[in-house]
Structures are given as C-alpha cells and as structure tokens.
C-alpha cells in the first residue's frame, strides 16, 4: 500500500510563493495518477490538480488554473505543487492524494483517489 506525507506548507503574503511537496512509499507509485486537494475550514474539499501516472498530463482547478504547477518525480516518489501569486483565498488545508487504480490520466474527484495524506497547512495573509 502507498502512504503519502505531505511537506512544505506554510505562512506566506499574497502574491507570493510556495512550493509543497508530497513524499510516497511503496513500489507501484509510478503507475498511479496523483493529486492535490484543499479544503478550507466550513468548505467542501475542492479539487486542485492532478498529474498521470507519467507526469504527461495534467489537469487544474479552475480557480488555480495559470498560478499552481504540479508535476512528479517518479524516481524520487514525490508529486509537487509549486504555488505562485498567492491569494488569501488559497488559504487550505492541502491533501495529497493517489489514484491506485494503474495508470490513469486523469482523475478529478475525490472519490477516485483511495490513498490520502494527512494534510499540510497553508495560510495566505493580506
């Protein structure tokens, strides 16, 4: 079974960066689609980003779409999620997640995703 641990979140100013990262275990990592949620207090959890198996596609939340980056290195089993122009409304709990079903190109709902970490924190001031 893959576990995940997310790293690198944070305080930061909007407008600007932060860069998380999400360590895997486990041998098949590279053949699951994985993700990025958030889930802000009071709020549903929202789909952030997703990457295939291969990192050759990826596929954005409209409200992050043009700021966040995801991609993966599958030698090292870690997905990242650069976040740049940071906005208050970023301001999340944010879950990485595995899609454990092989080589999947894109998956978008959470439902889907049958491994998850347990969070990291991100805070956005004004």
């Known amino acids: 079974q893959v576990q995940l641990v997310e790293s690198g979140g944070g305080l930061v100013q909007a407008g600007g960066s932060l860069r998380l990262s999400c360590a895997a275990s486990g041998r098949t990592f590279s053949s699951y689609a994985m993700g990025w949620f958030r889930q802000a207090p009071g709020k549903e959890r929202e789909f952030v980003a997703t990457?295939?198996?291969?990192?050759?596609?990826?596929y954005y939340g409209d409200s992050v779409k043009g700021r966040f980056t995801i991609s993966r290195d599958n030698a090292k089993m870690t997905v990242y999620l650069q976040m740049n122009s940071l906005k208050p409304e970023d301001t999340a709990v944010y879950y990485c997640?595995?899609?454990?079903?092989?080589?999947?190109?894109?998956?978008?709902?959470?439902?889907?995703?049958?491994?998850w970490g347990q969070g990291t924190q991100v805070t956005v001031s004004s």
């Open positions: 990457i295939s198996w291969s990192g050759g596609s990826t």
């Open positions: 997640a595995a899609d454990s079903r092989p080589f999947r190109v894109r998956t978008t709902t959470d439902d889907e995703y049958d491994r």
